[in-house]
C-alpha cells in the first residue's frame, strides 16, 4: 500500500524527534530546537524514448500497486480551432471517446472497459488534446488495445456529436448564472483581449457550426506520433513497456510539421469595467493585467513575491484587507506566470455589495503601500518556507513526477528545470522581490472588472473613475426564435373585436377585473430524451409582478419566489440561491403573457391587439392575433366563434438561449365564475417539452405577503 500523507508526517516529525539532542529538554522556546536540514531532494526521473517517427515516450516504473496508466499529450487545442467554431476542440475531446471506434461504439467501450474496473478517456485544453488509460497490469493488453485502437482509430458517430453539442448549449445557457464564473471569464478576455484564443468562447452559432467532419478533419491534421508526448508509469519492466510501444507506434508514419502559433495579445485599458447583476449580494472584483511565462529569469523572484503579496493567510493582502479590515471572503492574487504562454497578472476578492467600492480602495493602498514599505526579510522567509514546504507536494509520487516531465518536453523547457527550482527559490532576495514588484505590479495599468449588484454598492463605482459596463447577453443560436410574434404597436378592429370575444369566453369583463391572484395545484411533467418526469407543484400569482412556486421534487420541496425586486429559490439541503436574471425576466414575462392578465387589462392603452391571418388548429380556422402585453408579445390563435385561445406562441428562455415557445390550451373548465385551461401543452423550438395538468384553483385568495420575502440565512447556506 502507498503511504498516506499522514503516514510520511508521523515519520518524519519521529526522525526529528530521535535526531534532538538530549540537551533540548531544556530548552524554554519551541524556536531554540535545533531542526536538521532536510535531505537533498533527487527524484528519480523517468526514462525518455524517442521513436523513429518522432513520438517522445517516457516511462515512469512503480512497482507499489498492480496499476498501469498512460497518457498521451498531442500537440494542438482550443488555441488552434477556427474562430467561428470556437468549441471544436470541447466537442472533439467528448465525441472522440464517446463515438468510440471503427470497430466498436463508444457504448461498446463503455461495457468493455467496465468490466475490468478500467478507463480510457479523452479530453481537450487550450494546448493540447489528451488521450489516457488506466487499468490493472493483468488486463494491459485488453485495454491497451483500446487505447491505440481510439487513437488511431475514431469514429465520431453523429449522434454522439448531437448530444455533445446539446451539452454545450446547456452550459452556454447557464453560463451568466454565477458571479464568480462571469468574474473569471471576462476578466480572462480583459487581460488577453477578447478575441484571443486563450479567451475566445463558445457561443451557440460556433458550436452549431462544427460538424463530424471537422472533427474528422482535426484528428487527421494533429494526430501524428512526430505530435505526441506519450507518458506510462506503474508496475511494468521498462524494457518490456519500450518494446510493445515501438511494436505498436514505431511503424505509424510521421505527419506533416505544424505552423508555429502566432498569437496576439490586446489587454483592455487600464479602467474600470462593471458588469450589473441584480440577484446577488455580493461582488467580485478582478484587477488584471498580462503577467508573464516561467522561463522569465525572474520567475523564481516573482513566485516569492506572489506568495508573501497574495498567496495564502499569511499574505499582505490577506492580513490587511480580510484580517484586519474584514472587507473579503477571499482575496489573493499575484503576478500570473505560465508554461507556454503569459499568465494574467491579477487581485482577485470577493466581498458584500455594500463595502465593494471600499474594498477595490483598500487594494489600491496595498499596491501603493509596496513602494513605501517593501516586502520584508521576515516576510520573504515565510514565503520561501510556505513554498519549499509545499514544493514535495507537487513530486510526492512517480506519476506527479512523470507528469511535471512531460509540461518540461511539452513546452521545451531544459529536463533539469525542476531540479534547480528549490535552489533558485533559496537565492532569492529581498532586493529581488522588490525589484519584481516594481516592475511588473501597477496600480495604474490594471483594468479593474466588477460584478456585483449596482443598486447595493456603498458608493457609484464611477467615483474611482470613468466606467465601461460589459455586455455579457448570450447570442441566440442563429434561427432558433425565428418565428417571434411581432410586438403589435396598435390595435385594429378585428383584433379588439377577437379579444373582446376572449374575454366573453373567459368570463366576462367585471369576472376577470375582479381577480388580483390566483392559487393552483398541478401536475407539471417534464419531458426529454431520457422521459417523463412528473411533479407536482402549487403555485400563487399575484398580478402583476409575483410568484411563489413550491415544488415536490425527489430530494424534498423546493420553493421558488420571483417578484420585481428579488428572485431566489430555497433548495432542499443547499439553502437559499439567488435565480439568474434570466430566469427572473423570463418569469415576470410569463406573468404578462397569461391569458387571465391580459384579458383582464385587455382595455389598458399599453395593451394591443392586431389580427391577421388563418391557421388550422386542429379542425378550427384560427384566426392569428398579435398581442402587446405592456411590451410583452405573444401571439394568440383563436376561435372566432367560441372565443377560446387554441394555442399561443411567444419567445421563450430554453437551454440554447431564446427559443420559440408554444402552448396548446386544452380540457377548458368553469371555477367560480372563470373559464380557463387546464391542460397547457408545451413545446420548445418544435419539441414537446412539457405539460401542466391543473387539479384545483382559488381565486383571490389569502395570502401572506411574507411567503415572497427571502427567508434568514442558516448555517450552511450558501451566499
Not at 439568474?580 to 385587455?602: C, M, V
Request: contains cysteine; hydrophobic residues 35%.
Amino acid at each position: 500500500m502507498k503511504r498516506t500523507i499522514l503516514h510520511t508526517i508521523v515519520l518524519a516529525a519521529a526522525t526529528i524527534f530521535v535526531s534532538v539532542p538530549q540537551s533540548t529538554a531544556q530548552v524554554t522556546s519551541w524556536k531554540q530546537i535545533p531542526i536538521p536540514p532536510l535531505p537533498a531532494f533527487k527524484p528519480h526521473q523517468p526514462r525518455r524514448v524517442e521513436l523513429s517517427n518522432g513520438m517522445v515516450i517516457f516511462l515512469q516504473e512503480d512497482h507499489e500497486l498492480p496499476l498501469i496508466d498512460g497518457t498521451a499529450r498531442i500537440r494542438g487545442g482550443s488555441r488552434n480551432e477556427p474562430t467561428n467554431k470556437t468549441g471544436l476542440i470541447d466537442l472533439y475531446g467528448e465525441v472522440w471517446r464517446t463515438g468510440g471506434t471503427k470497430t466498436q461504439t463508444g457504448d461498446q467501450l463503455d461495457d468493455f472497459l467496465e468490466v475490468r474496473a478500467a478507463k480510457v478517456e479523452t479530453g481537450g485544453g487550450p494546448d493540447s488534446t489528451t488521450i489516457t488509460w488506466s487499468c490493472l497490469k493483468g488486463d494491459l493488453d485488453d485495454v491497451f488495445r483500446v487505447f491505440a485502437d481510439l487513437l488511431q482509430n475514431p469514429e465520431f458517430r453523429a449522434d454522439k456529436l448531437e448530444i455533445a453539442q446539446k451539452g454545450e448549449y446547456d452550459g452556454i445557457s447557464r453560463r451568466n448564472d454565477q458571479i464568480g464564473g462571469i468574474a473569471h471569464r471576462e476578466a480572462v478576455k480583459l487581460a488577453y483581449g477578447a478575441e484571443n484564443p486563450y479567451a475566445r468562447v463558445p457561443e451557440y452559432a460556433t458550436v452549431g457550426a462544427v460538424t463530424r467532419q471537422d472533427l474528422i478533419d482535426w484528428h487527421h491534421t494533429y494526430v501524428h506520433p512526430n505530435n505526441i508526448i506519450l507518458g506510462v508509469s506503474g508496475d511494468f519492466d521498462s524494457a518490456a513497456m519500450e518494446a510493445r510501444l515501438r511494436a505498436a507506434f514505431d511503424s505509424w508514419p510521421k505527419g506533416s510539421t505544424l505552423p508555429k502559433d502566432e498569437i496576439q495579445y490586446q489587454p483592455a485599458k487600464p479602467g474600470y469595467y462593471l458588469i450589473p447583476k441584480e440577484d446577488v449580494n455580493q461582488s467580485s472584483i478582478h484587477m488584471v493585467a498580462l503577467g508573464t511565462t516561467r522561463d522569465n529569469p525572474d520567475y523564481y523572484a516573482i513566485s516569492v513575491f506572489n506568495e508573501a503579496f497574495g498567496g495564502g493567510f499569511s499574505s499582505r493582502l490577506f492580513n490587511d484587507i480580510r484580517t484586519k479590515r474584514g472587507l473579503a471572503y477571499n482575496v489573493g492574487g499575484g503576478i500570473g506566470t505560465n508554461f507556454g504562454h503569459p499568465g494574467i497578472l491579477q487581485v482577485v476578492m470577493s466581498t458584500k455589495s455594500q463595502s465593494t467600492i471600499e474594498s477595490v480602495q483598500a487594494v489600491d493602498e496595498d499596491i501603493d503601500d509596496l513602494a513605501k514599505h517593501p516586502i520584508t526579510e521576515e516576510e520573504i522567509q515565510r514565503a520561501k518556507d510556505a513554498i519549499l514546504n509545499a514544493f514535495i507536494f507537487r513530486l510526492d509520487s512517480p506519476d506527479k513526477i512523470l507528469g511535471e516531465r512531460m509540461v518540461y518536453e511539452y513546452y521545451g523547457y531544459p529536463p533539469d528545470w525542476l531540479d534547480k527550482y528549490q535552489s533558485e527559490i533559496k537565492k532569492v532576495t529581498a532586493a529581488d522581490v522588490n525589484r519584481v514588484a516594481a516592475k511588473y505590479l501597477h496600480r495604474d495599468q490594471l483594468a479593474v472588472l466588477v460584478v456585483g449588484n449596482t443598486k447595493e454598492f456603498d458608493k457609484p463605482l464611477s467615483s474611482l473613475g470613468a466606467v465601461k459596463e460589459i455586455d455579457i447577453t448570450i447570442p441566440p443560436l442563429p434561427g432558433a426564435a425565428a418565428e417571434e410574434a411581432p410586438k403589435a404597436t396598435e390595435s385594429n378592429t378585428e383584433g379588439k373585436e377577437l379579444a373582446a370575444k376572449v374575454v366573453a369566453a373567459m368570463g366576462g369583463e367585471a369576472k376577470l377585473a375582479s381577480i388580483k391572484s390566483l392559487k393552483a395545484k398541478l401536475t407539471l411533467t417534464q419531458k426529454g430524451p431520457q422521459g417523463e418526469f412528473p411533479m407536482q407543484m402549487e403555485t400563487i400569482i399575484v398580478y402583476p409582478d409575483r410568484l411563489h412556486a413550491e415544488l415536490q421534487t425527489p430530494n424534498g420541496v423546493l420553493n421558488i419566489v420571483v417578484t420585481s425586486e428579488t428572485a431566489f429559490a430555497v433548495v432542499p439541503g443547499m439553502g437559499t440561491q439567488p435565480l439568474p436574471a434570466g430566469q427572473k425576466s423570463e418569469t415576470l414575462e410569463q406573468i404578462k403573457r397569461d391569458p387571465i392578465f391580459i384579458a383582464s387589462h385587455w382595455k389598458d392603452p399599453n395593451m394591443f391587439f392586431h389580427a391577421e391571418g388563418t391557421e388550422k388548429v386542429g379542425d378550427v380556422d384560427a384566426r392569428i392575433v398579435d398581442v402587446n402585453a405592456a411590451g410583452s408579445a405573444v401571439r394568440w390563435f383563436v376561435d372566432p366563434q367560441s372565443g377560446r385561445i387554441l394555442k399561443e406562441t411567444y419567445t421563450t428562455l430554453g437551454q440554447r438561449g431564446p427559443a420559440q415557445g408554444e402552448t396548446a390550451m386544452e380540457d377548458w373548465k368553469a371555477v367560480d365564475g372563470l373559464t380557463i385551461p387546464f391542460l397547457r401543452k408545451n413545446k420548445q423550438d418544435g419539441q414537446d417539452s412539457s405539460t401542466a395538468e391543473y387539479t384545483a384553483l382559488e381565486l383571490n385568495p389569502t395570502v401572506d405577503p411574507k411567503i415572497f420575502e427571502r427567508p434568514a440565512e442558516k448555517p450552511g447556506d450558501k451566499p
